[in-house]
């Protein structure tokens, strides 16, 4: 049996690197049904129009067709949905994500095409789908919800898929990393507590370790992203986890997102020895009224706290907040750019309160009859928001302007590295961060040396090299540049960025034939890179001259 699991996106949403990503939901689901026998095929048709997507779908001939439904896609979804079910009467079509969990009675009503609407967590229900088919016993019009996975270690790692890609491009899409499901609070606008469930279910952190193994050797993957919802809520997990990865010499940055009451100075030492160097914390507000009415659960003082502990250990800070939840006003916007001066965050995302089905907010707004779910079948917009009135866009360009004005005082100086040092000891990540500063401010001797002491101490790991080579590419010195970056080729091979890096260099130096080697392995490493077939290209055409 052919199965297709896929995912696409309005047009307006094509240049978007986050919306155009496969949710991380759908690759679990192909990994776990590629692990188990099952011929699938993972398709990211994100920047791909109808017509195109059609196409593809024709020449793949699936048996069994599931798309991930969620409130930005639903638009282009059900349209692709409808246009697949003529073509193949015969197939079974799913529909799975939050969007289609919060929603199944209603798309099912108006959308016959649908088959079947996976509720909630995905590799079983579309496992049970599988052997109805196979019984001959396809579902039609049905909800499946076969509850949440109680041991999340026999879900196969996004990474381990041995199926077929289709316009995936690895080098990103596993780079993101998730080690638990589940939230134990329950903010008002957020459905994650609905959709995964209240109870936080951890994988080992020795699977976890594997998985980090398999992006940086397999893939060459240097950078990470850890999306839990609350990455730290279980500190000795974290602190476990950080630990191995000292001892596995994985020498990889990352980031992560967490609540302001889940960290400590501890932990964040932990982390940022083992490579950390960026958190995110959902603010949401510098309001007490308003982080009440979000359930947020936090004060103040542990918004201030969490932030300060993390500029201490110097890891870069950014927050999320939210504007024009419902009694707000200026004087909340007022506290809250306050409470910035006071945090000094390196960078903020500042959203509108928006409703989305399976929330509170949302549930609470059907109450009152202010929205019903008609709504999401009457217009094709990516969102809808608590309130509409245009001085909500007013207070968030204030929030954001004001973060900028701030970025001179919240950007880490050579004062806070010595901090820094003093806190966390010595730290590989420390140093990146300071030679960074001192490249940046064109301080090159400064931060030469500094990359010189990561590679003196620590030679198998790459970030030294490639600092080291792109600080020598920017001052002309591009043998040392070349000669770095093919460091990096050596101790990570599958990094395409490394053999990015040593084409470029060679170029620089008239070394064309080493630059086209390069280039063809950055190419197979990763087909999807613009600036590796913009040099391709320019190989190409200098040797038509």
Known sequence: MKILLGYCVEKEHYHDYYVTLLPLGLISIASYLSNGGYDVVLANFSKKST??????????KPQ?????????????TLHIV??????????????????ATFLDKEILQRYPSVDCIVEGEGEAAMLAIIKNIEQGKPPRHAIINMHSVNDVNNIPYPSRFNGTLYNVNVNEQYKYIITSRGCYNNCT???????????????????????????????????????????????????????????????????CQARVDAIDESMLIGMKKAGLEHIQYGVESGSEKILASYNKKTTIDTI????????????????YLMVGMKGEDYNDIKKTKKLLAVILPGDSIVSPVALYPGTKLYEDEKKNGAISDSIWFNNNDAGIFLRNEPVIKEWMNEL????????????????DFAMHKKIVGDCWVTDIMEGDYYFDNELYPEAAAI??????????????????????FTMGDYETAMESF????????????????????????????????????????????????????????????
């Open 189 to 255: 606008f957020c459905d994650s507590p609905t959709f995964w469930g209240k109870k936080v279910r951890f994988r080992e952190v020795d699977d976890v370790v594997e998985e980090l193994e398999t992006i940086y050797r397999k893939y060459g993957i240097i950078y990470f992203s850890m999306r839990d919802d609350n990455f730290t809520v279980r500190k000795d997990r974290v602190q476990e986890l950080s630990h191995k990865m000292i001892r596995k010499k994985l020498y990889m940055m990352w980031n």
């Open 51 to 60: 017509e195109q997507i059609i196409k593809e779908i024709t020449h793949i």
């Open 400 to 415: 954001l302007m004001a973060t900028y004005t701030l970025r001179d005082k919240a950007w880490y100086k050579a004062k």
């Open 451 to 472: 990359y010189g002491k990561v590679i003196k101490n620590i030679p198998d790991n790459p970030w030294g090299y490639m600092r080291n080579g792109k600080l020598h």
């Open 64 to 76: 069994l067709i599931g798309f991930s439904l969620f409130t930005h896609n639903r638009s282009i």
């Open 82 to 99: 409808n246009k697949i079910k003529l073509l193949f009467p015969n197939s079974v079509i799913v529909l799975g994500g939050p969007h």
């Open 304 to 319: 201030i706290h969490a932030a300060s502990i993390t500029r201490k250990v110097g890891i870069y800070l950014s927050i």
């Open 486 to 545: 093919n460091d990096v080729t050596k101790i990570v091979p599958n990094y395409y960025g490394g053999w990015l890096k040593f084409a470029q260099s060679c170029i620089a130096l008239g070394l064309n034939k080493k630059a086209k080697k390069a280039i063809d392995k950055a190419l197979q490493l990763n087909p999807y890179e613009e600036r590796i077939n913009a040099l391709n290209s320019l190989l190409k055409n200098n040797r038509r001259k």
